[in-house]
Structure formats: C-alpha cells, structure tokens
C-alpha cells in the first residue's frame, strides 16, 4: 500500500513535516493509518505548532482512504444491477436448473460436490456448451485433472443443436467451441495467476464495454485446495479464502457465474459429504450435492444450500451419452 | 460565567416531556422480527448472530433489514415497518439482492393486495433507498468503510436529518484465516503497529464504538460459529484460543451441550457484543400443512442475556416464520 512519501508527489500537502509527524507514531503508510486510531492522531496534531496544516494533510490521507474501499450503492442501485446484469445461465439439464431457480446465477459461486464418477466434470461439460452455445458466452474452463474432453463438448453440442439440424454445421460447431478456453492449473498459484490474469483482462474489456466471460468453470478446485490445507497453520486456509473472495469478486464486479467442483468424503454413518471442512461451507453462494447410484445414468442432486431457495430440495436428471 | 449563563443552565434546557420525545426519537428502540423479538434493542447494542452454516443468518439480516427499511405508514396505509435507513456491509459477498426485493414485495402486497402495481412499486423504490450497501473484500476494505463512515452519516444527517441507522455486518469472521497469515513488510521504525489478526480487530472495534458514540446505531453482526469436533482435536483447538470474555458459567453449560463452539474471536470482540444468539439448524423437517414440501427447521436461542426459551422457526418464500 502506498507509502506516504510516494503520496507526496500527489498531494503536497503531504510534506516533509507531517512526515516526521507521522513517523513519530510509527505511521509511514496509508495502510499504517488504518490501523490507527484516528481521533487521537487528530487530538496529537492539534497540539502541534502547524496544526492547521496537518489537518488538512490528515484530511487528505481521509480521502485518499476513501477510495480504497468500494463505492456504497443505495437498494435501488443494486436492484437495477441485479436485473439489468445479473442473469440466469440455463445448464442444460432440467431438473438443476429448476432446483437451482432457473440455472447457476451470474454474481454467484456455485460448489457441486459430489464422490467419483458422480457426473460432476460431465455437468461441467455440459454446461459449458449450453452456455457457450444457447447465451453466446465466453467459458473459462480451469481443468486441474486433465478430465476436460474437447470431444465431449462437440458431442453434447450436436445433441443440443439437434432439433434444428442433424449435425451442426462445422462453422457454427467451431464458432462455439472457440468461445470456450480451457486451462489447466495444477496448483493453487497457477490458480491465482491465471484469475489475476483474466482480472486485468476483463478490467479492460469492460472500459471497452464488451464483456463476452460468463462463466468460469473450475474442476475441481478441491484438488488445488486440498493439498495446502495441512493440519496446522493458517496459510492454507488463507489462501483458500482468498481465492474465494477472488472468485467471488470476478462474479460480482464483471458479472460472471462461477461453478467449481468438490470432492466428497466420508460424514457421520459413512454418509459422504463435501471435503474441504468447516471454513469453507461458508465461501460459496450455493451448495449441491451429487450421487448416483451404481450402474444407472440418473443423476440426484440435493441443494445443500441457497440464498433465496430453502436447502434440502432434490431432483433428478440424465445426461445423453 | 455570566450570571446570566448560570441562571439559564439552572433552568433547564428541557421539560421531562420534551427530553423523552427527543431520546425517543434519536435514540429509538427496535422492534425486530422473529426469532429477534424476545428481546428489546435499542441504539448503541451489538447484537451477534452465531450459528454454523447454513443455519438462516443472512437470512435472517435481510428479513431484519425489510422490516426496518418499510416505512410505519405512508400515504394513510400501515406497513408496520420501522421506516429507518439499513446500512449493510458485506464481508462475505453472498449477499442477494433479489431475495430482498422478493421478501420485501411480499410484505408490500400482503398490505395492499396486487391491485395497485405502480404504488406498489413507488414503495418498493421507497423502501429500498433506504438500504444502503457495501461489499469489502479484505480487511483493509473494511478498516478503510468504517473510517470513512462517520463522514458518510455526517453528510446525510445534514441533509436528512434522520439518525437511528441499522448497521448490518455479515460475516464478521470472514477474514480470520487471511489476517492470522498476514505479515506485513517490515518498514520504518520499531514503533510501527503490526498488521495482525489482533490489531485489526481491536481497531474495527475501536472504531465502531467511537460511531456509536456519535451516531446512534444498532449494530448487528452475523458470525459463523466453527463446529468443534470430537476428540482431540477440540483438546488442542481449545488450549490455543481459550474462550474468554465469557465468565459466567454458561460457557461451561456449553461445552458439556452438544454440539460445543468453538469461539475464535478474541476477547476485544467479545466484550464489545452486549447481544447474542445462536442459531442453529435442528434435524426436525416440519411437514406443514400449506405446503407438499417439508420446511427446514432452525433453533434460535438467546445466549447473552440468556433466555430459557428455544424458538423454533421455518425460512420460505416470504421470509422467517417461527413455528413455536
């Protein structure tokens, strides 16, 4: 964070004197300010001799902390922003979308949680092509298991075009699948890197007003997560909620949907629930939970958690082969 | 001192009466929803809503926050709303506006019917003015919002000149694993405070109180309460964030109670709250008679002044309803 010598080419009033006068209590950034108590700082520089200036320099720094934070919005404000920027992506697959009021939520981080081969990279795959292909969107595809099938996309792609033609028309077909990107990641900073990267680039895209992203797919994010979440130490869970808050920043600020996956162990009675522990249930907007049962290609999904639904609903579906 | 300044202070600056309609409506009492209601809240409390997730908090603030931004009356129909700006500060960015917009029709349509669309919707824009929000995304967002609050209210108590905000913060423990790892560069002399975990706390703390006294608040604070497991690890857990700040026996009522929380705020925060709940989902399914599904049930009890009273109550569509 800014020191305030560097302020000071900005902001004269900043000079070399309130300085010195801040040094003495140990403040040489404005992040040092926030953790101060202000209406002493304010009582100590009326003490001063060129009180009148250092008010006026600790109103600056006021302004300058001002901007640090995001800008409040008014109900209405956020409302028009919902309805003008928030949409709803369908997913292709009926009994998700109605469960999860219409299909994954532009602003919202959803978890699908399920154990191995529960379907949760085949929903991934699906969705991504339903998005890319029925709301024209770009999809970022963060594959961390090498899961991520360009094949499955243009099979899925021809099976949600069908009513109109029989094959999709190859102009189309690879029109569609360029708008989806995938990566792969292998650890968490690569993680980091990569949404850091997209950040500045949908910042600048969005000066330009032409946003194509809506949606961020990650599968899985448990195994990024679950290597760094030791036994002790906070750092793990640290970077966890960071790239969370990342995440959810993304969604929010350049209206994507986010879908990321996890993998389920072992709960009371043997019952699998969603890895990754207790500080995490809180991260993600909404929380599913996938199974199948052995041998049959329906899937069951129970919503573990919702902003505006009540958890605990379940539904079915099949994904074509 | 002039005589005339002595005389003058001697005589009062107001009746009994006049000081009561003043205290009355600066520093106003709140009455909120269900499961709030047990307990009277004025100005200046900070209410802690403890729970595991999901267990309704955000839910529970937005119906809070609906019922505090409809006004009382307007235009000779009654709403039954506190008509009083809401403040909301979003650490854990999962807020939905669109529940709030939802919660808030209903409340307005079961007032005035659909028969009137548009006026309906003036007192929608009305009420939803009154809700003001912000989303930080580290703690220096937050340090930096509460900071520059007091100037944000001096502003609009001058141009208003209403007071009596509702203060939301949702979830005040959102940042606890960045700011345990944070470390910050070492700069400058030996005197310089450290960024940590503590520090930031102390001066959130610190900072709200110094609102508080200025500008009369209600605060009220969402918290996820941490599960402790069984066996050693609530053991080792235990010996490194000792739960102080409660000493009445209650916490220890607490532990043997199952499932026991694990507190994880220090003692500055815990002795700023004067107000705490918990809530908690219970395992019950309620089939009612309304509707084919079966509602979640969630448990709300006070902790701090402690009430002997569970309330149980369901979440739907319209918002929190107690069942018993």
């Given at each position: 964070m800014a020191s305030l010598k560097r302020l000071e080419t900005e902001f004269p009033i900043l000079d070399r004197d309130f300085q010195s006068f801040c040094a003495l209590r140990g403040i040489f950034t404005v992040q040092d300010f926030l953790i101060h108590d202000l209406q002493s700082l304010v009582a100590d520089a009326e003490q001063q001799t060129s009180s009148e200036r250092f008010m006026q320099a600790i109103n600056q720094v006021l302004c300058v902390i001002d901007g640090l934070h995001r800008p409040w919005s008014n109900g209405v404000e956020l409302m028009e922003d919902a309805q003008k920027n928030k949409h709803v992506l369908s997913t292709g697959c009926e009994g998700m979308d109605f469960l999860l009021r219409g299909g994954l939520h532009k602003g919202q981080v959803t978890e699908l949680a399920g154990p191995s081969s529960s379907g949760k990279t085949q929903f991934c795959l699906l969705t991504a092509s339903t998005v890319a292909y029925k709301h024209m969107g770009g999809v970022i595809y963060l594959d961390t298991g090498n899961s991520f099938s360009a094949k499955r996309i243009a099979q899925f792609l021809n099976q949600i075009s069908r009513p109109a033609f029989d094959e999709m028309q190859p102009i189309v077909l690879q029109k569609v699948m360029n708008s989806i990107l995938c990566q792969s990641v292998f650890d968490i900073f690569s993680m980091f890197d990569v949404l850091h990267c997209l950040e500045s680039k949908l910042k600048s895209q969005m000066c330009r007003g032409d946003n194509d992203e809506i949606l961020i797919i990650i599968d899985s994010i448990s195994s990024l997560i679950t290597p760094i979440l030791?036994?002790?130490?906070s750092q793990g869970r640290a970077l966890m909620v960071s790239a969370m808050s990342l995440l959810k920043k993304l969604a929010h600020e350049y209206n994507l949907a986010v879908l990321v996956t996890n993998h389920t162990v072992g709960g009371d009675g043997g019952i699998p629930k969603p890895a990754l522990g207790e500080s995490w249930k809180t991260l993600t907007h909404v929380r599913l939970l996938l199974s199948r049962d052995c041998g049959s290609d329906t899937y069951h999904v129970s919503l573990l958690k919702h902003p505006s639904a009540a958890s605990g609903k379940a539904a079915k579906f099949i994904i074509n082969n | 001192m002039s005589e005339a300044d002595v005389k003058s202070w001697i005589n009062g600056d107001e009746s009994a009466k006049r000081m009561l309609d003043r205290v009355l409506t600066s520093r106003p009492s709140f009455s909120l929803p269900p499961p709030l209601h047990r307990i009277p809240l004025r100005v200046a409390n900070v209410v802690e809503i403890a729970g595991p997730s999901p267990s309704a908090k955000t839910q529970i603030l937005t119906q809070t926050a609906v019922s505090c931004v409809?006004?009382?009356?307007w235009n000779g129909v009654h709403y039954g709303g506190l008509g009083r700006p809401v403040l909301y500060i979003d650490l854990?960015?999962?807020?939905?506006v669109l529940r709030l917009v939802e919660m808030l029709r209903h409340r307005i349509v079961q007032v005035n019917g659909c028969s009137s669309t548009a006026g309906n919707e003036e007192i929608l824009k009305l009420s939803m003015r009154q809700f003001s929000y912000i989303r930080c995304y580290d703690s220096f967002e937050l340090l930096a919002t509460l900071k520059t609050l007091h100037h944000r209210l001096q502003k609009e108590k001058e141009s208003n000149g209403i007071g009596g905000h509702l203060l939301m913060i949702d979830?005040?423990?959102?940042f606890h694993w960045v700011d345990r790892a944070s470390t910050t560069l070492p700069l400058g002399g030996k005197n310089r405070k450290c960024l940590s975990l503590q520090n930031v706390l102390e001066i959130v703390v610190e900072d709200l109180r110094k609102l508080l006294l200025i500008h009369p608040m209600l605060v009220i604070v969402t918290k996820t309460a941490i599960v402790g497991t069984t066996g050693n690890e609530v053991k080792r857990n235990f010996k490194r964030w000792p739960s102080s700040g409660t000493p009445d026996t209650s916490s220890e009522l607490e532990r043997l109670q199952k499932p026991y929380f694990r507190e994880y705020m220090p003692s500055i925060w815990q002795s700023f709250v004067t107000h705490r709940i918990l809530v908690q989902g219970s395992d019950d399914h309620l089939a009612m008679p309304k509707s084919q599904e079966n509602d979640l049930a969630y448990v709300s009890e006070w902790l701090l002044p402690r009430l002997n009273i569970l309330d149980k109550f369901v979440v739907r569509d319209a918002g929190v309803f107690l069942v018993s």
């Open positions: 030791g036994s002790s130490g | 409809l006004p009382k009356v854990d960015c999962r807020f939905d979830s005040i423990g959102a």
